[in-house]
């Protein structure tokens, strides 16, 4: 059987070009290993074999996201692999950030089984873990021999479209995919184990983390409402009639911007709710039921609030992924700021 | 207590329906749970468990569930257990199409007996 | 004090006899004529066969109604299955003889969707506790238009009668070795111990309605009140299984009178913590039950003195709820949980596993995914009635190929994801 080929994604730092002042070099692709891909090939011995390296400047990929993607897409297609490697990338953030990137568009779009790594605490670990493989390395190069311990075997398994086994035991990082596992001690065994640890205070590390809601701490309260700009958002899915953005009733890919200048009142001849999660007769009949537009009216009148932000942002809450709620917020919360919004009242169904 | 059994179970209907109000109607496991769903989030209190049984949503279609008929503040907490059951109830996705009547009046069984459970729990009746 | 000694005598074959039963040389002898007379004692009871089924044989038992561990008291108040074969004198002291290795495994339908599969041998064997047992099976069925309530009162009670026979033969045999479980009072143990945090194990049984009883000395656990035991006394068969859905994660009685969690807390009993009681609780469909028993579970957590407790589950959806309530009480009594469960992932993995959480659930431990999909290759020889396999949970219509592999969930294997500890699968 002949050698498994990869393809390895670094940076310019560990292709030893330079730091910070190399890092807006373009993209380049090398024919053989460069850096940790020597130490990957040795690690495989005969069975693969790092046979193209891309380097790219994390300055570049990231400030030129579209065009460098294309870019090392398009060396990686014209190297044929059979297993695409980015990184490790350690505890480097922009590096993690292109790692993952890129290899999530490897697999996306050339369907080639990819693998990254890097330092849990990496902000391109939660971004990409639920996407791609990530093996979860030391917080510095360091801990480059650790990392190449876990990958190289991972590499294999995944370029042979092979059984992947629980995180635990092939190193990469929970991924929401529950997978099972034999354990060598039986569950009591183990409980009794985590309760002396957690009776001790010592760490522990739970079999089923439960899924976590995001607790928001709350801003200081606005002290002069008489002069703030007040703007309303919704997860209550309130559009124009007809909904001519098209969000969706459930599982919402968008969300709509609306201009309410001019507007008292949501009267049922213009406006309604696009969500499918609850009974929309109330919110139908009168849209203020949901997005109070008539009473910061009337506050407005009465000078107790400055005014009410002529825009107003709304999607549908219903099945919607937490990911893309935080991603629409995200967007709008920087229009929102460039408005001068003072503050926000988000109302839900 | 005023409390209405929400069922798709023939059996619980004509079992339990002389001494009970039973609200039958022939409708799936799923939306017997979407019709608990909407009573509660009109502020009916949930009296039982709508995941009731170890018997896989995906296996038997009957389910038969306890509502309070007062109206009320609608309570997170029920709000959260059917939500939750809905949920749970989707994710198992391959279903039996077909079964021979005898199991059919086994998983009816099953659902009557499930659904006394409950009735003997409520101390004005017993 | 108290003090239980198990004296276990080590089964490492069973073997049919034309002479009467008996043990010898660690050899279970089973004479079949002795164990259908007794399954046929009950006039429910139309017909018994009696099958052995050895670890490593290519053996597949289905569907399984129970498992029982033959035992027999042998000094000491009661006897073994009180409320049920014996009176009802609190069991827990003493001397009990068990027949370790082997299992009286109960098979017969009573509804039609009737689960629960031990393979012998094989990739499903890996995946249940019960390959690893000398297996008596049994397999019976009942007199024409038995209704199915006296129909699981019948199988489950002949089961308890043949595992009391079978141990009863272990009265005089000398036991290969003998444990010993001292359990003192919350005073004492206080005294004794006074640096080691205190523990106690709180156990949900499952308690909903037809064939997902528990019963505590004879009374169905759906109309108890949370309650105290001395975790000795399920050593002798205090708690039994009338559950017979949701294999996987049901507690078969044998898991009852082994239960693990008890087990490992007495392992560490004195060294690294002080095990001070074990508190049952129920898992009622009725809601109110539900807050009340979780209520009184915090309650007596509380009452103990405990600064921990391992709480186990037992089944499917509806105890998700009371584990989840339960935690979050003991939790805001100060006192720390490691909870003991088992997920319905999806087929992929990717769904959502309980149908509650929250996050003072910190400390979990999972018996695994029982959607895992996995196939079971024919076996030479089938005890009991393969026609339900794709009837059952985690199986599907025409799951059975032309070469006679079956492809199932995980959950429809006895013990695959017990909640109790009980195996060694685990998920992440």
């Known amino acids: 059987m002949s050698k498994i080929r990869v393809v390895q994604y670094i940076n310019q730092f560990f292709a030893q070009i330079g730091g910070e002042e190399k890092a807006d070099i373009p993209a380049e692709l090398r024919e053989g290993p460069v850096g940790p891909g020597l130490a990957l090939n040795q690690a495989w011995g005969d069975e693969a074999e790092v046979v193209a390296t891309i380097i790219c400047g994390d300055s570049y990929f990231n400030e030129n996201l579209e065009k460098a993607q294309a870019e090392v897409l398009e060396m990686v297609k014209s190297q044929n692999p059979d297993m695409f490697i980015a990184g490790p990338a350690f505890n480097a953030g922009r590096y993690g950030v292109a790692c993952g990137t890129i290899a999530k568009a490897v697999q996306d779009n050339l369907n080639i089984p990819v693998l990254t790594g890097m330092y849990e605490e990496n902000p391109g670990a939660d971004m990409f873990k639920k996407d791609v493989y990530i093996v979860a390395t030391k917080n510095s190069a360091a801990g480059m021999r650790d990392a190449i311990k876990k990958m190289a075997p991972l590499a294999l398994k995944l370029a042979r479209h092979e059984a992947i086994g629980a995180s635990c035991e092939e190193g990469y990082m929970p991924n929401g995919v529950r997978v099972n596992l034999f354990e060598k001690e039986r569950g009591s065994a183990r409980a009794v184990k985590m309760l002396i640890a957690k009776l001790n205070g010592k760490p522990f590390t739970t079999e089923f983390p439960m899924p976590t809601f995001d607790r928001v701490a709350p801003n200081p309260a606005v002290k002069d409402m008489a002069h703030a700009t007040v703007a309303l958002c919704t997860s209550g899915g309130i559009v124009p009639l007809g909904n001519p953005d098209h969000i969706e009733s459930s599982s919402a890919s968008h969300y709509g911007e609306y201009d309410i200048t001019g507007v008292m009142d949501l009267d049922a001849a213009h406006w309604a709710t696009a969500h499918g999660g609850y009974d929309p007769v109330y919110a139908n009949e009168d849209a203020d039921r949901v997005l109070p537009v008539d009473i910061l009216r009337e506050m407005e009148k009465e000078g107790r609030i400055g005014k009410l932000h002529n825009k107003f942002y709304t999607t549908v809450g219903n099945g919607t992924a937490v990911a893309s709620s935080k991603a629409f917020a995200a967007e709008y919360a920087q229009k929102l700021k460039a408005d001068g919004v003072d503050c926000v009242i988000m109302t839900s169904t | ?126 | 004090m108290k003090k239980l000694e198990l004296g276990n005598i080590l089964i490492h074959d069973v073997q049919f006899s034309n002479e009467g039963s008996k043990v010898e040389n660690g050899v279970l002898y089973v004479n079949k004529e002795e164990i259908c007379k007794i399954a046929l004692e009950d006039e429910n009871i139309a017909s018994c066969e009696v099958f052995l089924a050895r670890p490593g044989e290519s053996v597949r038992i289905t569907p399984v109604k129970d498992v029982i561990e033959p035992r027999v008291k042998v000094e000491g108040k009661g006897g073994i299955f009180p409320g049920w074969i014996a009176k009802v004198d609190t069991v827990g002291e003493g001397r009990t003889h068990v027949l370790k290795g082997a299992a009286v495994v109960t098979t017969g339908k009573i509804v039609g969707f009737q689960e629960g599969i031990i393979d012998m041998s094989g990739p499903g064997a890996d995946y249940t506790p019960f390959s690893k047992t000398y297996n008596v099976v049994v397999k019976m069925e009942p007199v024409e238009g038995l209704k199915q309530h006296e129909h699981e009162y019948a199988l489950r009670i002949a089961g308890f009668k043949i595992a009391c026979f079978l141990g009863e033969l272990g009265r005089n045999v000398t036991p290969d070795e003998v444990k010993t479980y001292e359990f003192d009072n919350i005073v004492e143990s206080a005294a004794k111990y006074p640096n080691l945090p205190r523990v106690a194990y709180v156990q949900m049984l499952q308690s909903q309605g037809l064939l997902h009883d528990t019963y505590v000395y004879g009374v169905d656990a759906k109309k108890t009140l949370t309650t105290i035991i001395t975790p000795t006394e399920v050593m002798d068969g205090a708690i039994v299984s009338g559950n017979c859905v949701s294999s996987c994660d049901k507690n078969p009685t044998y898991v009852h009178m082994n239960n693990p969690v008890v087990t490992d807390l007495f392992e560490q009993h004195g060294k690294t913590l002080n095990f001070v009681g074990m508190i049952i609780t129920n898992e009622n469909v009725y809601l109110a039950d539900k807050e009340r028993s979780s209520n009184w579970s915090a309650k007596l957590a509380k009452y103990l003195g405990c600064d921990g407790v391992i709480i186990s589950q037992e089944g499917f959806g509806n105890p998700d709820t009371d584990l989840i309530m339960n935690t979050k009480k003991i939790e805001a009594e100060g006192i720390k949980t490691v909870i003991i469960t088992d997920e319905y992932a999806g087929r992929d993995g990717k769904s959502q596993s309980l149908a509650d959480a929250d996050p003072s659930a910190d400390a979990v431990v999972t018996g695994g995914n029982a959607n895992q999909v996995i196939v079971l290759p024919p076996m030479e020889t089938v005890y009991g009635h393969l026609e339900f396999v794709d009837t059952i949970a985690g199986g599907s219509a025409n799951n059975i190929d032309a070469h006679g592999n079956i492809t199932v969930e995980i959950q429809a294997i006895t013990g695959a994801t017990n909640e109790t500890g009980f195996n060694y699968l685990s998920a992440r």
């Open chain 2, 1 to 126: 207590m005023k409390f209405v059994i929400v069922t798709n179970n023939p059996r619980v209907r004509d079992e339990l329906g002389k001494e009970f109000e039973v609200d039958f109607a022939d409708i799936t496991y799923r939306e017997v749970l979407c019709k608990v769903r909407d009573m509660i989030y009109g502020g009916h209190k949930l009296l039982t468990h709508p995941l009731s049984g170890s018997v896989k949503p995906n296996e038997t279609p009957y389910k038969s569930i306890l509502v309070d008929k007062r109206w009320g503040k609608m309570d997170p907490q029920d709000a959260s257990i059917i939500e939750n059951s809905i949920i749970t109830a989707d994710k198992f996705s391959v279903k039996f199409p077909e079964m021979p009547d005898s199991v059919r009046e086994d998983f009816q069984l099953i659902d009557t007996t499930l659904i006394k459970s409950a009735l003997m729990s409520i101390p004005e009746i017993f």
